[in-house]
């Protein structure tokens, strides 16, 4: 009887590579890593001096704010309209590495200083501003004379469809990114999230921060205008950040989820390889 042949598994296709990322929106993105960190956690530093958040041109400590973290003698709270929280250990009220007890807002290991000094943190918040707003308007005017927005930000008339954009948000809820060529390019939601937060969000942020400055305000009156008021812009500035930080999580959960190490690579080389096309029926 002969012997039944034992079946080859087909050999499998090499891996297929394209040049996703080139070297401006690499340099930026990782530059925009440090420098916003560093902004937030210094910017937190400056929240410290007075953790209340006011609407309108003006606001103290005896005026109603939106928003504040506080502490009693025994605990540390937020407080957001008339809704509070106990937040005793993390906001408000917390123990440091050595054993004291400290009644800032944000701990000290969530700011740049680690101790409290508004001054220093100014100056780390003025400093890497400045960066931000350099390498924002370069990368802008990179993304626009470069072709960037129109090869890869453009949302095409079919992508506009909430056909179209319900099946990206049911794609990523399941988890089920792209694959093939499909993966080569972004999706609407991404899209959408990376042109909001380049031309939207960090934009404001820079606004608003400008408008903060007495200086500004003395050159620019008309920014308190369109703020409504230097507290308005700190809320603004303050809602904002966190808005951001929020992208910022989401952009890691998706980048782990989808494969760290092809991931990674791609924004550090530009090489992004390609996942293979889904088995019919998978």
């Given amino acids: 009887m002969a012997e039944a042949e034992t079946p080859v598994a087909p050999p499998q296709p090499a891996p297929v590579r394209v040049y996703r990322h080139r070297l401006p929106a690499r340099?930026?993105?990782?530059?925009?890593?440090v420098t916003l960190l560093i902004l937030l956690m210094s910017g937190l530093m400056i929240f410290n001096a007075h953790p209340r958040l006011y609407w309108g041109e003006y606001g103290a400590n005896f005026d109603r704010a939106w928003l504040v973290i506080g502490s009693t003698?025994?605990?540390?709270?937020?407080?957001?309209?008339?809704?509070?929280?106990?937040?005793?250990?993390?906001?408000?009220?917390?123990?440091?590495?050595?054993?004291?007890?400290?009644?800032?807002?944000?701990?000290?290991?969530?700011?740049?200083?680690t101790s409290y000094s508004l001054a220093d943190g100014r100056r780390w918040h003025l400093l890497f501003a400045w960066l931000l707003s350099t390498g924002?308007?370069?990368?802008?005017?990179?993304?626009?004379?470069?072709?960037?927005?129109?090869?890869?930000?453009?949302?095409?008339?079919?992508?506009?469809?909430?056909?179209?954009?319900?099946?990206?948000?049911?794609a990523h809820a399941r988890l089920r990114f792209p694959r093939g060529e499909a993966a080569a390019r972004y999706g609407i939601l991404q899209k959408l999230s990376y042109i909001g937060v380049i031309f939207v969000a960090l934009p404001l942020m820079i606004a608003t921060g400008l408008t903060m400055s007495p200086g500004m305000n003395a050159a620019w009156p008309w920014l308190l205008?369109?703020?409504?008021?230097?507290?308005?812009?700190?809320s603004i500035?303050?809602?904002?950040?966190?808005a951001l930080?929020?992208?910022?999580?989401?952009?890691?959960?998706?980048?782990?989820?989808?494969?760290?190490?092809?991931?990674?690579?791609?924004?550090?080389?530009?090489?992004?390889?390609l996942p293979p096309e889904r088995e019919e029926g998978a």
């Fill in 225 to 234: 205008d369109v703020f409504g008021g230097r507290q308005s812009a700190r």
């Fill in 27 to 33: 340099i930026w993105h990782w530059v925009n890593a």
């Fill in 136 to 170: 924002l308007t370069l990368y802008m005017l990179w993304t626009l004379i470069g072709g960037h927005l129109r090869k890869d930000l453009h949302i095409r008339r079919a992508e506009w469809s909430p056909r179209h954009i319900w099946h990206d948000v049911k």
């Fill in 73 to 113: 003698p025994d605990s540390g709270y937020l407080r957001v309209g008339d809704w509070r929280i106990n937040t005793t250990g993390v906001l408000g009220r917390w123990t440091d590495a050595q054993g004291a007890e400290k009644t800032w807002a944000f701990p000290g290991w969530a700011t740049i200083p």
């Fill in 245 to 273: 930080v929020a992208f910022f999580l989401v952009h890691i959960a998706m980048v782990l989820l989808a494969g760290p190490i092809n991931e990674v690579r791609s924004m550090v080389t530009g090489w992004f390889r």
């Fill in 237 to 242: 500035h303050f809602i904002t950040a966190w």
